[in-house]
């Protein structure tokens, strides 16, 4: 059974700073690994979608890797701005389907 | 301009009486998704069809339950909610199933209040 961590749970920056969100799970075996926000009492907006022949996707200020053998996926976030304050979460698809398990996610905020 | 429609965006209903939450997409997309998420929590994938196709994950209990009238719309029916069953559920959309190059898209959500 596929089981997904995110570190760390809650993190606060300054505006501006470079940040890293990471993401481990247990079965290598998946096919590729998708990057979600969430704000307070909202549903989930795809970010980025990484394929499993992919080391990195980019999006923007966005910024993921993939290393599979590993188990592991960061999320970089360049030049932190306060609209960036959510919780973020990652799915590795797996199970032979569309089938994403999901991390409990990073709670970031960036403060003024 | 939303692709992923959620009704209601809050639901309060009382424990034991049935509920139905509501899902339409203008995607035109095949495989259609309800999740769980409880508060702090991962979302937990709860069923999905994929066309007319109903998937039911293993620990789904049987007071779940799932329609899907045609491609655009999907409901999922609680017959008798719990306090436990409080939580706000998400549908999501893909294009197709077992091809992972497609992304999965989310709807806003319907918080459910039990009281």
């Known amino acids: 059974k596929q089981e997904v961590t995110q570190i760390p749970a809650a993190l606060s920056v300054p505006e501006g700073e470079n940040l890293v969100l990471n993401c481990s799970f247990t079965?290598?075996?998946?096919?590729?690994l998708q990057w979600f926000r969430q704000d307070p009492g909202k549903g989930l907006t795809s970010l980025l979608l990484?394929?499993?022949?992919?080391r990195e996707q980019t999006s923007g200020r966005l910024n993921a890797s993939l290393d599979k053998s590993s188990g592991r996926s960061t999320l970089y976030i360049a030049a932190s701005q306060p609209g960036d304050s959510a919780t973020y979460l990652c799915?590795?698809?797996?199970?032979?389907?569309?089938?994403?398990?999901f991390g409990t996610g990073t709670q970031l905020k960036v403060e003024l | 301009d939303a692709m992923v429609i959620q009704n209601p965006r809050y639901q309060v209903t009382q424990f034991g009486k049935p509920v139905t939450l509501s899902c339409s997409q203008t995607?035109?997309?095949?495989?259609m998704y309800w999740y769980q998420q409880k508060s702090s929590q991962a979302p937990k994938l709860l069923f999905h069809?994929?066309?007319?196709?109903?998937?039911n994950e293993a620990d789904t209990p049987d007071n779940f339950q799932s329609r899907r009238p045609n491609t655009s719309f999907c409901f999922l029916d609680i017959r008798s909610p719990g306090l436990g069953d409080a939580a706000m559920y998400l549908c999501?959309?893909?294009?197709?199933?077992?091809?992972?190059?497609?992304?999965?898209?989310f709807g806003p959500g319907t918080r459910l209040t039990v009281t």
């Open positions: 999501a959309t893909s294009r197709e199933y077992r091809i992972s190059t497609y992304e999965q898209y």
């Open positions: 079965d290598s075996a998946i096919y590729n």
């Open positions: 990484i394929q499993s022949s992919q």
């Open positions: 799915a590795p698809f797996t199970g032979g389907g569309n089938k994403l398990t």
């Open positions: 995607l035109n997309h095949n495989v």
């Open positions: 069809y994929y066309d007319k196709d109903f998937n």
